[in-house]
C-alpha cells in the first residue's frame, strides 16, 4: 500500500516551523499499519529535518552552527543571483537534506520522545514550500 500527499508551508523566513503534526495526520490518513514515512521537500535552499522539539533554543542553536558552516555573503561564493544568503541556503539544504524516513507503526509516527519533523528554512525571505510525504506499508 502506497499514499501520498502534498504539503504547502509558508515559511516565515529563516528557521524552523514545525511540520509533526500534519506529517502524522497525513500517516493516518493512509490506513498504513505498519511502514515508512518519507518526507521530502522539493526545494534547494530549505531542508527538512529531525531533531529536539521540546526546547527551542537546540534550533536556535542550529542557526548558530549553521552560519559557521555556510556564511552569508562570502565573497568566496559566485551564485549569489538571489541575494548574499543565496549559495549560503543551498549549501545549508546540503548539510542538513532534503528529506527522511520515520518508521510508522499502528498509523502513527514512531519518533522518540523529544524528536519532531522540521522545516528549516535557509532563506532570510519568506517563502512557500512544498513537502511531499509517501507512506508505505
Do not use: K
Amino acid at each position: 500500500m502506497v499514499y501520498q500527499q502534498t504539503i504547502d508551508v509558508h515559511s516565515r523566513g529563516r528557521g524552523t516551523l514545525e511540520i509533526t503534526a500534519e506529517v502524522a495526520r497525513i500517516v493516518r490518513l493512509s490506513g498504513v499499519e505498519i511502514g515508512l514515512a518519507n518526507v521530502f521537500v522539493l526545494h534547494t535552499s530549505c531542508s527538512v529535518i529531525l531533531t529536539e522539539n521540546a526546547d527551542p533554543s537546540v534550533r536556535r542553536d542550529l542557526e548558530t552552527l549553521a552560519a559557521r558552516w555556510a556564511p552569508d555573503g562570502d565573497p568566496a561564493y559566485r551564485h549569489d543571483m538571489e541575494g548574499d544568503d543565496d549559495m549560503a541556503a543551498h549549501g545549508r539544504n546540503i548539510v542538513a537534506g532534503a528529506g527522511l524516513s520515520v518508521p510508522v507503526a499502528n498509523r502513527d509516527l514512531r519518533l522518540g520522545t523529544w524528536q519532531g519533523i522540521y522545516l528549516w528554512e535557509h532563506r532570510t525571505s519568506p517563502h512557500r514550500r512544498q513537502i511531499i510525504v509517501t507512506v508505505v506499508g
